[in-house]
């Protein structure tokens, strides 16, 4: 598979690695604990990778630090953390749609039509699971969008051995 990556400087700070770039490039799933978030900061977070696949760093020079083959002209990649919305993950349908199957299954035909919810109901069980998603099963990773290429200058390497 080959991916576009638009070659960019390094941005100085998340924000600036936001606003830069045409859309979302590559897409990666990463382990938040393993890369070190906390998952408090509600600010754009830029994570980087050495192999546009494994973003563990939040800072180039931690990438630098963790990798002693990267040298002056080398291709990194960095990108913005997305969090996983519990949305995604389960919501009122996939509640609602399970029980019409198990009723189903229990006795047939007959339980063609139910659970029959009003959308209050529906709005209330969303609301009930994304607060059950945050307190006890809140996603440990995150994806990764907007992926760009950064070119390993001279800069990036001052004041470490090569």
């Keep these: 598979m080959t991916t576009q990556n638009e070659k960019s400087p390094t941005p100085k700070q998340a924000s600036e690695a936001a606003n830069s770039g045409a859309g979302p490039v590559r ?3 990463v382990d938040a ?7 408090t900061s509600s600010k754009v977070q ?3 990778s050495s192999n546009n696949e494994d973003f563990t760093c939040y800072e180039l020079d931690e990438l630098l630090d963790m990798h002693d083959d990267l040298t002056i002209g080398a291709i990194v990649y960095f990108g913005d953390v997305a969090p996983i919305p ?3 993950l389960c919501d009122a349908d996939d509640v609602i749609d399970l029980m019409g199957e ?6 047939g035909e007959y339980a063609d039509g139910y659970p029959d ?3 209050e109901a529906k709005a209330e069980l969303n609301a009930l699971l994304a607060r059950w998603i945050e307190k006890h099963a809140k996603p440990t990773f995150y994806r990764v ?5 950064h070119i390993i200058t001279a800069a990036d390497m001052e004041g470490r051995d090569q």
């Design 46 to 48: 830029t994570v980087w």
């Design 33 to 39: 604990n393993a890369a070190g978030s906390n998952g």
């Design 27 to 29: 897409e990666a799933i």
């Design 145 to 149: 969008i907007n992926v760009r290429e």
């Design 102 to 107: 198990r009723a189903y299954d229990e006795v």
């Design 117 to 119: 919810v009003t959308s």
């Design 86 to 88: 519990t949305k995604h």
